[in-house]
């Protein structure tokens, strides 16, 4: 059986399915781990040593040192997973995502206050390329 | 043992009412910082008044409340599609961010293993949980309807549901397993009255170039559908949720499960929809059973 994947065709979107997960195993692991007071504090002390101990590839170590969020997400990382090295950083899910779509903070919360992102252009990979 | 509630000669445990809830990590923040009177939060919080005062004057046994873990309790090492939380007590997790100043949440044992023995021989094969540390998807939506009691004023049974790893169960099956949970509540000997909260959504996107999406159409035909034509609700494909209410929307699919929990015809007795709480479009239905 094959199993459909109409999904990759949304724009700037990456859905966490088994190709993603296994990819960023690793890396999503390391994000969890941050989850405990104790792990943020030695990360922060040494964030290189401190990435020694997960088996992730030099692009994801790169994505994580340079905090290129999109990149991490890209390379198998879930949202909610990154969301803990945001945290790490005092970062809120709505600057992670200010940040994600290259918005400043301000920007990003006015789009939301007037309602968001609009659905429509927002549908497929088809409509982001005939605008830009 | 048979007290002055049965009926028919047996007491059992009802479904009393269903609770749909966003459960934004945003708002649990808003309350433990005394920000909810702010202009920004006034607006949400005053949708959830009613329900409030519902809740108190329904005063339920217990509530069952469909969340998502949130890579807390569950990360890549083992994802359950279902797992139920039959432990006395479910301490309040540390998110990254510290753990929510919220009181812990006491389980209901009884009634838990009840459920998961008669859903496991119904044929929903769900995990069970002895221990189990409870994140925003549960502890929000509590907040959002009790408030900010020393105590939480009943127990909880939590049902997570995996919405982190794709593919999620489909709607369908979560609407079947609502069905399921309301046959193992009916079979429990103890006269309870049961809350079901499904909670998540509405529309948003926390990932990527995409993030921020809203979509208010499909956020208020989902509401819609939902109350009065739940087939139609159920038989919404994944790639729907995931391209029209946004990456993280698909969470929508817990509403089901509170949804089939209910009779197939729910009185409505509140609804709210404000846009945003943060990065998100929140949604609240208050239903109860329409009993003829
Ligand atoms: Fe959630």
């Known amino acids: ?61 790169d994505a994580v040192l340079g905090r290129q969020w999109n990149d991490m997400l890209r390379l198998g990382g879930n949202i909610y997973y990154t969301s803990k090295l945001a945290a790490t950083d005092g970062l809120t899910f709505q600057d992670l995502a200010a940040i994600m779509t290259g918005s400043s903070r301000e920007q990003y919360r006015k789009m939301m206050v007037n309602g968001g992102r609009p659905i429509d252009g927002n549908r497929s990979k088809s409509e982001w390329t005939r605008e830009r | 043992m048979v007290t002055a509630a049965s009926r028919n000669g047996r007491v059992s445990a009802k479904i009393v009412g269903g609770v749909a809830t966003s459960h934004v990590p945003a708002i649990g923040a808003a309350i433990d910082q005394g ?57 309040i997790a540390d998110e990254g961010w510290g753990a929510r100043p919220v009181p812990p949440v006491c389980g209901h044992p009884d009634l838990a293993w009840h459920i998961a023995q008669s859903l496991i021989l119904d044929e929903f ?28 004023p009943c ?28 046959r193992a509540v009916e079979s429990f000997d103890e006269d309870l009255r049961v809350v079901v909260f499904g909670t998540g959504g509405m529309s948003h996107q926390l990932q990527a ?31 729907e949720y995931l391209r029209e209410a946004g990456s993280e929307g698909i969470e929508l699919v817990m509403w089901l499960v509170m949804r089939g929990a209910l009779s197939k015809k729910v009185r409505e007795i509140h609804r709210h929809y404000h846009v945003p709480a943060s990065n998100t479009a929140v949604g609240h239905l208050i239903l109860e059973n329409d009993l003829p």
């Open chain 1, 1 to 61: 059986m094959t199993l459909s994947n109409d999904y990759q065709d949304i724009p700037g979107t990456y859905v966490f399915d088994a190709k993603h997960s296994r990819l960023g195993y690793h890396l999503n692991m390391f994000c969890m781990s941050l989850r405990h007071a104790e792990n943020r504090d030695a990360f922060k002390a040494n964030e290189i040593s401190y990435l020694e101990q997960f088996t992730m590839s030099q692009e994801q170590r």
């Open chain 2, 35 to 91: 920000k909810t009177t702010d202009d920004y939060w006034a607006p949400l919080f005053k949708g959830f008044e009613k329900s409030q005062k519902w809740v108190k004057d329904l005063n339920p046994d217990v509530a069952i409340v469909v969340y998502n873990d949130h890579a807390t309790a569950f990360s890549l090492e083992l994802i359950p599609t279902f797992a139920l939380g039959c432990a006395e007590e479910f301490p």
């Open chain 2, 125 to 152: 094969d769900l995990t069970i949980a002895n221990r189990l540390e409870v994140d925003h998807g549960l502890t929000v939506p509590l907040s959002l309807l009790f408030g900010q009691p020393a105590r939480w």
């Open chain 2, 155 to 182: 127990p909880v049974i939590p049902l997570c549901v995996n919405v982190v790893q794709y593919p999620p169960p489909t709607g369908n099956r979560c609407y079947n397993l609502g069905k399921a949970i309301q």
């Open chain 2, 209 to 239: 170039e995409r993030a921020g999406l809203i979509n208010s159409e499909f956020d208020n035909r989902f509401l819609d559908d939902l109350v009065n034509r739940p087939d139609k609700a159920r038989a919404i494909p994944h790639l």
